[in-house]
């Protein structure tokens, strides 16, 4: 079992930066990969950036840009840096991790419990 807790959330203005954190309770260097999700009142959940074990990074059109995710293994954490905050990004933030079982190879991954991100004037 691996938790993951996230934080860096807030109440920002528009235009300001954010770093979350995702802090992991085990290991991450063997995560098949990792992700930032987020979900707005009345929406489903989003993927908004990702990141492999091998530091491939994929983002949401909406972000490109803006937030860059990263992974720092040694310290089990990944990261997401928030530039350029619009309203539109508010919203609770999730970290996921994704790994590939040893012999099954079948996909499992654990949430964190999500962060608020606010953007307002």
């Known amino acids: 079992q691996v938790q993951l807790v996230e934080s860096g959330g807030g109440l920002v203005q528009p235009g300001v930066s954010l770093r979350l954190s995702c802090a992991a309770s085990g290991s991450i260097s063997s995560a098949n990969a990792m992700g930032w999700f987020r979900q707005a009142p009345g929406k489903e959940r989003e993927l908004v950036a990702a990141?492999?074990?091998?530091?491939?990074?994929s983002y949401a059109e909406s972000v490109k840009g803006r937030f860059t995710v990263s992974r720092d293994n040694a310290k089990n954490t990944m990261y997401l840096q928030m530039n350029s905050l619009k309203p539109e990004d508010t919203a609770v933030y999730y970290c996921?991790?994704?790994?590939?079982?040893?012999?099954?190879?079948?996909?499992?991954?654990?949430w964190g419990q999500g962060t608020q991100v606010t953007v307002s004037s």
């Open positions: 996921n991790a994704q790994y590939i079982a040893t012999i099954s190879g079948k996909p499992y991954s654990y």
């Open positions: 990141i492999t074990s091998g530091g491939s990074t």
